[in-house]
């Protein structure tokens, strides 16, 4: 662990998975210290190698890496997959938990002063390292996002609803800021990369299509638009005021599957989002009810408010897609 004084604590967080939050957010204080300098601290964004998903990795992808996979070997973390490693590696022989993380979600953000997070998802370990990861995503144990932003916060769910705790920069401590965060049934902001618009199947294109018909169309309701190139912080804002996300499968070779990973991006992000009361699915499809075939296997994802997540679905059973 990086620091000998807690950072978090409370009755909200399971006591047996408590030492792992406890050091994810030790170091999540650190690397937001590293963020926080900007361009006056060392390069952060410049490249320094490839992932296995072909994805230049940036230094902060590989530092961040390092510090959590560091900080977890004295936990009961048994294997380790990272997004920035090919294949999960064993940190403690004695643990009892399967750990999946992205350490570093939106790298293109990183120096341009824009929000960037950490994502993880926790299992219970099993024999062999990949079969405690590629399972259906609603046997995690936990899912959660640290979003460095204006306000560096944990968001995290064990099952019982999605609960956000702030860090106070006066206190040093991940305060509780919001039991039981809710996501509004529904919503006029969408998100999606549009400059993909050429490359989408039908039902999305018709579903966007409908958006920016505003009140005139058959949604009869003005949409906004907002899209960050974080997952993290696109997450944050639809589980604070609701909307809907989408990086769906499209015509690019390589995107059958869309972008997003399903391990350390797709099941924590949908299992925040359920606890709070949204949907996520791959288009129709609920991902709590999926699992990844390979370690860093793609899933098509949207999520966001009940109402228009179903409504994505219903355009894809029209289409018969
Ligand atoms: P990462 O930086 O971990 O590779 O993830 C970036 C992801 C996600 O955060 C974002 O929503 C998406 O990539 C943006 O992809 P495009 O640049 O293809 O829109
Ligand atoms: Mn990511
Ligand atoms: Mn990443």
């Known amino acids: 662990?990086?620091?000998?004084?807690?950072?978090?604590?409370?009755?909200?967080?399971?006591?047996?998975?408590?030492?792992?939050?406890?050091?994810?957010?030790?170091?999540?204080?650190?690397?937001?210290?590293?963020?926080?300098?900007?361009?006056?601290?060392?390069?952060?964004a410049h490249q320094v190698g490839e992932n296995s998903d072909g994805d230049g990795q940036k230094a902060l992808d590989v530092l961040s890496d390092e510090m959590f996979a560091e900080a977890l070997k004295s936990t009961s973390v048994r294997w380790y997959a990272s997004e920035e490693q090919e294949d999960a590696v064993l940190l403690n022989e004695a643990g009892a938990y399967a750990l999946a993380i992205d350490p570093l979600d939106g790298s293109s953000n990183i120096d341009v002063n824009v929000s960037i997070g950490t994502i993880?998802?926790?299992?219970?370990?099993?024999?062999?390292?990949?079969?405690?990861?590629?399972?259906?995503?609603?046997?995690?144990?936990?899912?959660?996002?640290?979003?460095?932003?204006?306000?560096?916060?944990?968001?995290?769910?064990?099952?019982?609803?999605?609960?956000?705790?702030?860090?106070?920069?006066?206190?040093?401590?991940?305060?509780?800021?919001?039991?039981?965060?809710q996501i509004p049934a529904t919503s006029k902001e969408f998100a999606i990369n549009a400059s993909n618009f050429r490359h989408w199947t039908k039902p999305v294109s018709a579903f966007i299509d409908d958006c920016l018909a505003g009140v005139d169309g058959p949604l009869e309701k003005n949409y906004n638009m907002r899209?960050?190139?974080?997952?993290?912080?696109?997450?944050?804002?639809?589980?604070?005021?609701?909307?809907?996300?989408?990086?769906?499968?499209?015509?690019?070779?390589?995107?059958?599957?869309?972008?997003?990973?399903?391990?350390?991006?797709?099941?924590?992000?949908?299992?925040?989002?359920?606890?709070?009361?949204?949907?996520?699915?791959?288009?129709?499809?609920?991902?709590?009810?999926?699992?990844?075939?390979?370690?860093?296997?793609?899933?098509?994802?949207?999520?966001?408010s009940s109402e228009l997540v179903d409504r994505v679905a219903a355009y894809h059973d029209k289409a018969g897609a």
Not at 9 to 31: R, T, W
Request: glycine share 10%.
């Open 120 to 181: 993880f998802s926790i299992y219970a370990a099993k024999d062999e390292a990949e079969a405690s990861f590629l399972r259906p995503a609603n046997e995690q144990l936990a899912g959660g996002y640290i979003v460095y932003g204006p306000a560096t916060a944990l968001v995290v769910t064990f099952g019982k609803g999605t609960v956000q705790f702030v860090l106070n920069p006066d206190s040093g401590l991940f305060e509780l800021a919001e039991e039981a965060m």
């Open 1 to 44: 662990m990086t620091s000998q004084t807690p950072v978090i604590s409370s009755d909200l967080i399971p006591s047996e998975l408590a030492p792992i939050i406890e050091a994810l957010c030790a170091v999540s204080k650190d690397v937001a210290k590293i963020i926080a300098k900007g361009s006056l601290g060392q390069s952060l």
């Open 227 to 304: 899209w960050v190139g974080s997952l993290v912080a696109e997450t944050h804002r639809i589980l604070t005021r609701g909307g809907i996300f989408l990086y769906p499968r499209d015509g690019r070779s390589g995107y059958e599957n869309g972008r997003l990973r399903m391990v350390y991006e797709c099941a924590p992000m949908a299992f925040l989002v359920e606890q709070a009361q949204g949907g996520a699915t791959d288009g129709k499809t609920p991902i709590m009810d999926q699992a990844a075939d390979t370690l860093h296997g793609r899933a098509p994802l949207v999520f966001g």
